[in-house]
């Protein structure tokens, strides 16, 4: 821990870093509800070009510069001129502990006016998580600092339901993988409604990420789904926040 804690104290800054953000659509609204950040190199490099750099001795440094460059990016960006939420990736096995490790995060949300309650931290259960209830204390704790807190990739990496039944989050994002081609395989189909019915008894809001075709929006929205990510919708903006392509606007578009 000691490590970990002195890494905040330099703050640290081993990456050449930049965000794109990519909006969690509210598709009832139409607006954006949250905004997820996701890491770019300077120029605009994918982000297997920088992870591929996250070492073990690193990854602390990476997960603290992530963090202050997505609220800088968002709010640089533009997303105190909405209501939209901030989504930010963070690696649970960087975080030595939740307090100790969160006050680089707030004092750079308190320098740019970004109200902490609209902060999303989600993480992605394709880790392997080395102590799931050191993860949980970690999601307990970010929800009594006022965080929303979510399990990206859901369905897709080494926990599965074992992860939810250990602790839950605000949000689960459903993964890709159960997406596509949901309009044409009944088992997806089965698979996510039994994630919904779930979701619901435990009161965990699902977003729906990667959806990329009408057919699978559709399926989405007669399941009842509200909240959507996806190509669809909107790609990701290098620095910026992208438009939203309205449902009612891509039926006109192939109509």
């Known amino acids: 821990m000691a490590a970990g804690c002195q890494g905040c104290r330099t703050a640290q800054h081993q990456f ?4 794109a953000f990519q909006p969690i659509v509210d598709v009832e609204t139409g607006l954006p509800f949250a905004y997820e950040a996701l890491v770019r190199g300077e120029d605009g ?3 297997a070009d920088v992870i591929a750099r996250v070492t073990p001795e690193n990854r602390y440094a990476f997960d603290q510069q992530c963090r202050v460059a997505a609220i800088e ?6 997303i105190l001129d909405t209501s939209a939420r901030l989504s930010i990736n963070f690696l649970p096995n960087a975080v030595y502990s939740p307090v100790a490790c969160i006050q680089l995060t707030l004092q ?13 931290f989600e993480f992605t259960e394709n880790e392997q998580m080395a ?22 990739d859901f369905g897709a990496g080494h926990a599965g339901l074992g992860l939810l039944a250990a602790f839950q989050t605000d949000y689960i994002k459903l993964d890709m993988e159960l997406i596509r ?13 039994g994630v919904l019915r779930i979701a619901k008894s435990l009161d965990i809001t699902v977003i729906a990420e990667g959806i990329e075709t009408l057919g699978e929006y559709d399926v989405l929205r007669g399941m009842g789904v509200r909240y959507m990510q996806g190509y669809l919708l909107a790609r990701p903006g290098f620095k910026t926040l992208p438009p939203i392509a309205l449902p009612g606007e891509l039926y006109a578009a192939v109509a």
């Open 108 to 120: 750079t949300s308190k320098a740019t006016g970004l109200p902490v309650d609209r902060l999303i």
């Open 45 to 47: 490099e994918g982000a």
């Open 73 to 78: 990016g968002a709010v640089a960006a533009g």
């Open 131 to 152: 102590d799931t209830s050191h993860v949980k204390n970690i999601v307990d704790s970010y929800r009594k600092m006022g965080f929303g807190t979510a399990i990206d």
């Open 181 to 193: 081609g949901l309009d044409t395989s009944m088992p997806r189909r089965m698979i996510v409604e």
């Open 16 to 19: 050449a870093i930049a965000m």
